[in-house]
């Protein structure tokens, strides 16, 4: 079992940027293909950023040059960094490993006030 924990969420202001943190307990992180998804009330979860064990990434357009994913695996952390950010913005934010999602973290609150 792989455990994913994240970190960083928050409540700031529409313009300004946060960054996530995700932790995952597994000695196969270098082989895992990464992603940060997000959550909004009354909305389905969706895909923001994933990251490929060679490091190519990508984004939806709703996010793109906006939010930028990326991995360190010496230590088994990926990162969201999130700027400009919007109230759509707005939703709990998941770390999944192991594409199609076989893990998930518990998720980060993310609020962006207008």
């Known amino acids: 079992q792989v455990e994913l924990v994240e970190s960083g969420g928050g409540l700031v202001q529409a313009g300004g940027s946060l960054k996530l943190s995700c932790k995952a307990s597994?000695?196969?992180?270098?082989?895992?293909?990464m992603g940060w998804h997000r959550q909004a009330p009354g909305k389905q979860r969706e895909l923001v950023a994933r990251i490929l064990p060679d490091g190519r990434t990508n984004y939806p357009d709703s996010v793109k040059g906006r939010f930028t994913i990326s991995r360190d695996n010496a230590k088994n952390m990926v990162y969201l960094q999130m700027n400009r950010l919007e109230p759509d913005d707005t939703a709990v934010y998941y770390c999944?490993?192991?594409?199609?999602?076989?893990?998930w973290g518990k998720g980060t609150q993310v609020t962006v006030s207008s």
């Open positions: 597994t000695s196969m992180f270098n082989a895992y293909t």
């Open positions: 999944s490993a192991n594409y199609p999602w076989k893990y």
